[in-house]
Nanobody, 115 residues
Framework: QLPLVESGGGLVQPGGSLRLSCAASGSISSFNFMGWYRQAPGNQRELVARITMSGITNYLGSVKGRFTISRDNAKNTVYLQMSSLKPEDTAVYYC?????????WGQGTQVTVSS
């Protein structure tokens, strides 16, 4: 097991910024992918951003240029810097760690973008 704990969510006005953190209780250096997903009410969970062991990133099209994912293997933490937030970014954001045979999820953190 690899407990993942997200933090940093909250209420922010449109155009604002938030930084989400995902702290793992163990090493994340072996995981092929660390990612952030989100799920809005009535919608399926979708991949927002992910980062490989070597630091290659990819993003959901609607967040490109606004969100940045990073990982600090020494701190066993993954971050999602979100800027220029829009109401449609409102969702529960989940951290994910994946390698063949292992797939772990955090409990999620709520992000609400509203004026």
């Amino acid at each position: 097991q690899l407990p993942l704990v997200e933090s940093g969510g909250g209420l922010v006005q449109p155009g604002g910024s938030l930084r989400l953190s995902c702290a793992a209780s163990g090493s994340i250096s072996s995981f092929n992918f660390m990612g952030w997903y989100r799920q809005a009410p009535g919608n399926q969970r979708e991949l927002v951003a992910r980062i490989t062991m070597s630091g290659i990133t990819n993003y959901l099209g609607s967040v490109k240029g606004r969100f940045t994912i990073s990982r600090d293997n020494a701190k066993n933490t993954v971050y999602l810097q979100m800027s220029s937030l829009k109401p449609e970014d409102t969702a529960v954001y989940y951290c994910n760690a994946w390698e063949p045979g292992m797939n772990y999820w955090g409990q999620g953190t709520q992000v609400t973008v509203s004026s």
